[in-house]
C-alpha cells in the first residue's frame, strides 16, 4: 500500500534544501571572506560595486534582493572599512548614492581567488553548477516577479 504524500513533511518542501544549502554555502565562504575581513552579504555588496563602481542604494538592493533597512547598516561597514563612500544625489536628496574607493577597488585583486576556492570546497561537475544555476535564477525571477504584482 502506497503512503499517502504528507504536504507537511520536511523532505517535501522545496525550500528546505534551498534555505539548508545557502546557510551552508554561506559557511563554506567564512575562512575566505575571514581573510578579506567580510561577511558573505558585505561580499555580494562589494562583487555589485566591483562591477558598476557606482550605484544608488536602491539599485544595490535591486540587484541583491536586500531592502535598505540591511544594506543601510551594511553599507556604512563598509564605509568604515574604507571601501565605499556614500554621498547624497545632487539631482534627489532622498537618492543616497554608494560608490567604491581605491582602497574597495584594491580589495578586488585580493578577492580574485575566492571563487575558484570555494568551488574547490563544493565540487560540483560544470554542467551540474551551469542547471543548477539556470533553475536557481528562474525560480529567483518568478518569486520577485509574484512580489512584485
Not at 17 to 42: F, G, H, R
Not at 47 to 67: P, T
Request: hydrophobic content about 40%; glycine content about 4%.
Amino acid at each position: 500500500m502506497a503512503v499517502p504524500f504528507d504536504p507537511l513533511k520536511l523532505e517535501n518542501q522545496i525550500c528546505f534544501p534551498l534555505y539548508a544549502c545557502a546557510k551552508e554555502i554561506v559557511k563554506a565562504y567564512k575562512p575566505y571572506l575571514d581573510e578579506l575581513d567580510l561577511t558573505y552579504t558585505q561580499y555580494i555588496t562589494m562583487m555589485v560595486l566591483w562591477e558598476h563602481q557606482e550605484l544608488r542604494v536602491k539599485e544595490v538592493g535591486q540587484c541583491l534582493y536586500l531592502d535598505s533597512s540591511t544594506l543601510t547598516p551594511l553599507l556604512k561597514r563598509l564605509e568604515e572599512k574604507g571601501y565605499v563612500a556614500r554621498r547624497r544625489s545632487t539631482e534627489d536628496e532622498r537618492d543616497l548614492i554608494v560608490s567604491l574607493t581605491g582602497a574597495g577597488a584594491a580589495l578586488r585583486e585580493k578577492a580574485l581567488s575566492v571563487p575558484q576556492r570555494l568551488a574547490a570546497c563544493v565540487d560540483l561537475e560544470p554542467e551540474k553548477a551551469r542547471t543548477l544555476y539556470g533553475i536557481l535564477y528562474e525560480l529567483l525571477g518568478k518569486l520577485a516577479e509574484r512580489n512584485q504584482g
